[in-house]
């Protein structure tokens, strides 16, 4: 079975900063992308960025700033997501999905791990 597992989520003081990780266990190919989004209660699921395993290629998402910055360790099979600057606004779910070749992500992702949830004190 794949399995994605996220981790690294916690209670965090606005302004600090917190890398999450993104497990892939079970993939049977090398070329894949994963996908960070997020979910605060009552809105809707937000993509933020990806990242091509096979070519390293990111892509950010429409008005996601700088202070998201995914990145991969291939040798980990792990995906990261890198948050500094943290405000009140970004607590949510963080969740991670993989999906087969190259294409960008999008919110139809074949895989999803069960999240990982941050909370941002102000």
């Known amino acids: 079975d794949v399995q994605l597992q996220a981790s690294g989520g916690g209670l965090v003081q606005a302004g600090g900063s917190l890398r999450l990780s993104c497990e892939v266990i079970g993939y049977p190919d090398d070329d894949y992308v994963v996908g960070w989004f997020r979910q605060a209660p009552g809105k809707k699921r937000e993509g933020l960025q990806c990242i091509s395993s096979r070519t390293g290629n990111t892509f950010r998402a429409d008005g996601i700033k700088a202070r998201f910055t995914i990145s991969s360790d291939n040798a980990k099979n792990t995906v990261y997501l890198s948050v500094n600057s943290l405000k009140p606004d970004d607590s949510a779910v963080y969740y991670c999905?993989?999906?087969?070749?190259?294409?960008?992500?999008?919110?139809?992702?074949?895989?999803w791990g069960k999240g990982t949830l941050v909370t941002v004190s102000s």
């Open positions: 999905a993989l999906d087969p070749g190259s294409s960008p992500c999008h919110y139809d992702m074949a895989y």
